[in-house]
């Protein structure tokens, strides 16, 4: 072996050389990379900071692991090999998103995506699995094809800064929905009350309140890791006292894909009863991909003065080969997922973040019945959390100004009382032209928002509503 030279002392290492300090070195040399090739030092982070941020973000969105499989079957897609398409959906979508677009967003396939092409499209309108895949298909070949032309980036250059700070307001109720309806704090009502409080004093919701209360103290007194921390504390809190069963099996084997490998229809998807359905997907994964990245990238201040995001081609083009690549593998739309703000919250600026998603769902490929056994009393705390750790963004909507504040307004409420993100985005879409139009500053209005104002009208009519 050679001798080593270290590089920020000089000192030469011979062969013989204490272990300890060539350790050191080869820990250094890694350090130095991923620095250098993450710009950790740009963004003010590092290295620790990267792998913690990266095991919350992996923590919180885990679930879908178990999920996605569960929601899919009942479209007839098998679960086993649906879980493993799910895991090598994530692996390769969040690699892509951390080694290429150097950015903390972890890729997964979609929660509603998958429950709109199991229970609307497959259940309610009787459209096989293998077309509705086809259909994701050719909307990730579309994503390539805009993406290239750098069609997508001069679509979300002329979304207007209001939208885009309201992209990250309605993100926030949206996950805090969600983590307040997993633990139980709130549930959907009966007769005429649309949501209720939930049975507060049951142990469930009073271990989702504990894990609430561990890590709002543990970010006040600004502890790293908070969220993680909470989460897992949680978790074991929820194991002792029976609210949810400690894991009987850690691992096992991943299941094969062949029975759902490259099974997509693409010709059944471009027939005229498809056609609608592959436009709306389209639409919905086009509007939710493109809110996220925004919302995100607003809340960890990556969004230059005039509210663009620097090289937003590079995370859309990795969204968009993993939604090419999802119905090849056997699962549904994926894309940059929203829990990727706890990653965020806990300090990841860079890809690093991502990369360390991506080693978790590889791991978890063996680990599943694991990953699987955490309960949403302590993951769902962590939703609510975030939730207004994303609400930062609200001060700089200017609602003085009806027409930017009615259309932010109708982003933030409807993306959470609709529980859709993409009626949402539409509706600001829609509603942002009009009211500049009203005004009379339709001038104001780019050509690339009257696109968009146009898809969004169409993904209201021929969205299945039934």
Known sequence: ????????????????DNLDHEEQ?????????????????ERGTSVRRELLAGLTTFTTMSYIIVVNPAILKAAGIPAGPSLTATVLVAVVGCLLMGLYANRPFAIAPYMGENAFIAYTLCLGLGIHWQVALGAIFWAGVAFLLLTVLKVRQQLVEAIPTSLRYSFAVGIGFFLTFIGLNQTG?????VAGAPVKAGALTTAPVLVAIFGFLLIGALVIRKIPGAILIGIVVTALVAYATKVAPWPQQFFGRPES????FAQLDLRGALSPKALPVALTIFIMAFVDTMGTLIGLSARAGFLDERGNLPQIERPMMADALATTLAPLLGTTTSGAFVESATGIEAGGRTGLT?????????????????????PPQAYGPALII????????????DFADYTESIPAFAVVTLMCFTFNIAVGITAGFVLWPFCKLVQGEGRKVRWGMWVLAALSLLFFVFYPYK
């Open 386 to 397: 975030v939730g207004l750790f994303m609400l930062a963004p609200i001060t700089k909507i």
């Open 257 to 260: 894909l062949g029975p759902i």
């Open 185 to 189: 704090l709130v549930e959907l009502g």
């Open 25 to 41: 070195f080869t820990v250094n040399i890694i350090t130095t990379f991923l620095h250098h090739h993450f710009h950790m030092d």
């Open 354 to 374: 991502a990369v360390v998603v991506a080693a978790g769902f590889a791991l978890a490929a063996f680990a599943a019945p694991f990953i699987g056994a955490i």
């Open 1 to 16: 072996m050679p001798a080593l030279t270290h590089p920020s002392t000089g000192v030469t290492l011979g062969v013989r």
